[in-house]
């Protein structure tokens, strides 16, 4: 099987920075796109970012130019670098990623989500 693990989260004052990290593992053959949504309290889940294979990305008007996201292909791995923290971006960060796995499915997968609290 195939598991998403964020880390990363916690506590920062206004106008800091946090780098979340989401590591893929288990029976990947590839990974076609991975991204990042976040829900606050009492709020729908909401695009963040997103990357895909050859490196493209695409942000949430809220995200960019504060938030980017990376990729490192060899370890599975994505990253969002999240700048000058806002209190409005307090909330659960998921990530997710469209992996085709060694029995050659294409599956989408969620992580479990990392806690992000930005305090004014």
């Known amino acids: 099987q195939v598991q998403l693990v964020e880390s990363g989260g916690g506590l920062v004052q206004a106008g800091g920075s946090l780098r979340l990290s989401c590591a893929a593992s288990g029976s990947i053959f590839s990974i076609n796109s991975m991204g990042w949504y976040r829900q606050a309290p009492g709020k729908q889940r909401e695009f963040v970012a997103a990357i895909i294979s050859d490196g493209s990305t695409t942000y949430a008007d809220s995200a960019e130019g504060r938030f980017t996201i990376s990729r490192d292909n060899a370890k599975n791995t994505a990253y969002l670098q999240m700048n000058s923290l806002k209190p409005e971006d307090t909330a659960v960060y998921y990530c997710?990623?469209?992996?085709?796995?060694?029995?050659?499915?294409?599956?989408?997968?969620w992580g479990q989500g990392t806690q992000v609290t930005v305090s004014s």
């Open positions: 997710n990623a469209y992996i085709v796995t060694i029995a050659r499915m294409t599956t989408f997968f």
